[in-house]
């Protein structure tokens, strides 16, 4: 009897296991620490689908990432700063415009405690090679970190 039970309650337990892989869905992670003096309330990244584990940027298509968060303080300006992070090893990403007064829907300087959306597009070039990655995203202004995101991806 007991044989057949823990046969059963094996196969159940690997029955939820293998149903509970399907429903991970994209999780933006808070990488911000106590001298972050902003908060994010939306991350958006485009053709996500945020019903699996990450989000897919195809390579030779550009990707637009918005975030609207605000700050407890005023920003003279706004810079972003973007990481890719592979097998815990971060790699600094160039963007085409870290300005984020110019071209990202902002005009600087941004009023404190007041809501903002920020939006970039970026290319997602043939040669990157198709990995896994966690793409963390700051804005800073003035040396002072604004938001910090972690984004999963994978690159295809």
Known sequence: MYKSLSVSMMSLL????????????????????ENTI??????EVSRCNLDEPACVLKRNTNATISITFTSDEQLPELKA???????????PFNLPNPDG???SGLECPLAADTEYKYSTTLPVLKQYPKVAV?????LKSGGKDVIC????????
């Open 14 to 33: 690997l029955a939820l296991a293998i149903s509970n892989l399907g429903v991970q869905a994209v999780q933006f992670e808070n990488c911000g620490d």
């Open 38 to 43: 902003g908060n994010y309330s939306l991350v």
């Open 81 to 91: 700063v973007v990481h890719g992070i592979i097998l815990g090893m971060e790699v």
């Open 101 to 103: 007064c110019k071209d």
């Open 134 to 138: 966690e793409v963390k995203w700051e």
């Open 149 to 156: 995101v972690k984004i999963p991806a994978k690159i295809q």
